[in-house]
C-alpha cells in the first residue's frame, strides 16, 4: 500500500502530512531558504542531515524537555501507518510526529553577537531593544546567553521582539516557560558542540503544547537554525567561518540580486560545498556517521 496522505502544509525545506490520530509525517526537502527566498538548486542530503540531527538532539534533550518525534526509522513509520509504504526518496528525511498547538514565536537563544543582532547593535546598541554593553565586535561572546523570540510570519520576514512583545502574543506562563526551556537547551547544546571543537553562536527553535505539555517541535540545533563556528577560527570583528547558511547568505550578499524571487542561479561549487558543511557539522556534533543514517545511497 502506497503512502497517501493529504498534505498539511509545504514549508521553505519541509513538507507536512496529515497521519491522522494527531500525527503529522514531517519530510525534510533538499531545499535551502535565504533572507526568505527559497533557491531553485538542492542541496544534496541536506534533508537527511537536518533529520538525523534533529532526532539526535531530541534524544539528547529529552530530560529537559518533551519532544514530538514518534519515528523516524521508515520501517516503523510504516506500521505505524497501517503497513502504508514509506517512499524511498523520503528515507532518511521523513519522520512521524504529534501534531502540537504552536506558539506563535521563533524562540532564539543567543550566546555570541552575530546576524540580525550584530546589524541592530551596530545601529543602535541594542539587541531586540535590549540595552547591551559597548564595545562589542562582530563574534563577541555576551556577557550570558540571552533570549531573543521573533513572530513567525506566514509570508515574508519574521520580526525581532522583545520578551514584553512574546508576553502580549502567547501570555506570561508560556512566554517564561519558553524562555527558561530555551536558555536551558542552548547551554546543553553549546556544551555539546564545544566538546567538538564547534562555537554554537545561537540557535532557534520551536516549541508548542501537546496534551497540555510544553514540547520541542520542528527541528532542533542543525545547521539551519543554528551558527555553528570552529572554535580555534574565532577573531572578535571578523566574520568567522562557518559551518552553517552563512556562507551562502555571504555568497548571494555578494551577487546582484535585490533579495526578492527568482534568486540568482547557485553554482556547484556553492551547493557541494554547502552539502559538505553541513555533514561535517552532523559528524562531528554527534561522533555519527552519515552513511549510517536511513537513506543512504550505496
Known amino acids: 500500500m502506497t503512502m497517501d496522505l493529504p498534505r498539511v502544509l509545504s514549508g521553505k525545506v519541509r513538507e507536512l502530512y496529515d497521519a491522522g490520530q494527531d500525527r503529522l509525517v514531517m519530510v525534510a526537502s533538499d531545499r535551502v531558504s535565504a533572507f526568505d527566498v527559497i533557491m531553485a538548486e538542492p542541496i544534496p542530503d ?97 556577557e550570558k546567553p540571552i533570549f531573543t523570540p521573533s513572530t513567525k510570519a506566514a509570508e515574508g ?8 512583545e512574546a508576553v502580549d502574543l502567547v501570555g506570561a506562563e508560556s512566554a517564561l516557560a519558553a524562555q527558561a526551556v530555551c536558555l536551558e537547551l542552548y547551554r546543553r547544546a553549546a556544551a555539546r558542540a564545544a566538546a567538538a571543537g564547534f562555537i554554537l553562536a545561537d540557535t ?9 505539555v510544553l514540547c520541542l517541535c520542528d527541528e532542533g540545533w542543525t545547521p539551519d537554525s543554528s551558527r555553528l563556528w570552529p572554535a580555534d577560527a574565532v577573531v572578535p570583528g571578523t566574520t568567522p567561518p562557518a559551518f552553517d547558511k552563512q556562507p551562502l547568505r555571504d555568497w ?6 535585490d533579495r526578492t524571487p527568482p534568486p ?9 560545498a554547502m552539502s559538505r558543511r553541513y555533514i ?5 556534533v554527534t561522533g555519527r556517521s552519515l552513511g549510517d543514517w536511513y537513506g543512504a545511497t550505496t
Open 280 to 284: 561535517a557539522a552532523y559528524e562531528r
Open 46 to 142: 541536506k534533508g537527511r542531515v537536518l533529520t538525523a540531527m534533529t532526532c539526535f538532539w531530541f534524544d539528547e534533550m529529552a530530560d529537559v524537555v518533551a519532544g514530538t518525534l514518534l519515528a523516524a526509522d521508515p520501517v516503523e513509520i510504516s506500521a505505524a501507518l497501517g503497513g502504508m509504504a514509506v517512499p524511498p526518496e523520503w528515507a532518511g528525511r521523513a519522520v512521524l510526529v504529534r501534531r502540537a498547538e504552536m506558539l506563535p514565536l521563533e524562540c532564539i537563544v543567543r550566546g555570541y553577537l552575530a546576524g540580525q543582532a550584530w546589524e541592530e547593535y551596530e545601529r543602535s546598541g541594542r539587541v531586540h531593544g535590549m540595552e547591551m554593553p559597548g564595545g562589542l565586535l562582530l563574534a563577541s561572546k555576551l
Open 252 to 257: 548571494l550578499a555578494e551577487q546582484p540580486w
Open 204 to 212: 532557534q527553535s520551536e516549541l508548542g503544547y501537546v496534551d497540555g
Open 264 to 272: 540568482p542561479p547557485l553554482p556547484p561549487e556553492v551547493t557541494t
Open 157 to 164: 520576514h519574521d520580526l525581532n521582539i522583545g520578551m514584553a
